[in-house]
């Protein structure tokens, strides 16, 4: 089973301020299957990338993924009171299919 | 307009038994897979199981493998899962997710549904 650790669990930034999610694998996501999603207070989960770096229809170019291998990364640039949510990676290239146990982003 | 319609969700003694449906709408059913995911109070994530458009191929976690049964009516736009030796552990909201293509492992869930809330306890 692939497992997928998410640093940092939280983070507390400003409006305005870029943001660096990382999620980090214990052996190679097969062809760079790996998700993001979005997951705001008492919300379902949001697609935002897949396939490490594609954003999902209607998400804005403020996220964008990148990585290979066993690092990802999510970028959040220009935070926004909006942005405030508990975020996700997920890979999907080989069963069982995974999660990160998420990163929680705070606007101060 | 993509729907997913969780149910049969609640409250069930440990040892028993419940068959979660979601209803989808607003897509090709046959034309997707789909996942099923549940998050325990407070957690986070935990992937439980998927099926083909096909529905001949199907993956579990080692959490439910053996206890829990995916299935789908493509007639009635429905996908299912069959809850069976249920514990405390297993008590979470469960959500029906969509799979962007008709295969499993090359594509992410793309729409994702309410969620619906299973409590395992006497």
């Known amino acids: 089973e692939i497992v997928l650790t998410q640093s940092p669990g939280t983070l507390s930034l400003s409006p305005g301020e870029g943001a660096t999610l990382s999620c980090r694998a214990t052996?190679?996501?097969?062809?760079?299957?790996l998700a993001w999603y979005q997951q705001r207070p008492g919300q379902s989960p949001r697609l935002l990338i897949y396939?490490?770096?594609t954003r999902a229809t209607g998400i804005p170019d403020k996220f964008s993924g990148s990585g290979s291998g066993t690092d990802f990364t999510l970028t959040i640039s220009s935070l926004e009171p909006d942005d405030s949510a508990v975020y996700y990676c997920?890979?999907?290239?080989?069963?069982?299919?995974?999660f990160g146990q998420g990163t929680k982003v705070e606007i101060k | 307009e993509v729907q997913l319609l969780e149910s049969g969700g609640g409250l069930v003694q440990p040892g028993g038994s419940l068959r979660l449906s979601c209803a989808a709408s607003?897509?090709?059913?046959?034309?997707?897979?789909f996942s099923w995911v549940r998050q325990a109070p407070g957690k986070g994530l935990e992937w439980v199981a998927a099926?083909?458009?096909?529905?001949?191929?199907?993956y579990y976690s080692d959490s439910v493998k053996g206890r829990f049964t995916i299935s789908r009516d493509d007639s009635k736009n429905t996908l299912y899962l069959e809850m069976n030796s249920l514990s405390a552990g297993d008590t979470a909201v469960y959500y029906c997710?969509?799979?962007?293509?008709?295969?499993?492992?090359?594509?992410?869930?793309?729409?994702w549904g309410q969620g619906t809330l299973v409590t395992v306890s006497s």
């Open positions: 997710a969509r799979i962007s293509m008709i295969v499993i492992l090359i594509a992410p869930n793309d729409f």
């Open positions: 607003g897509f090709m059913f046959g034309s997707h897979a």
């Open positions: 099926i083909s458009g096909s529905g001949l191929t199907t």
């Open positions: 052996q190679i996501v097969n062809s760079g299957y």
């Open positions: 396939d490490t770096s």
């Open positions: 997920q890979q999907y290239g080989i069963p069982p299919l995974t």
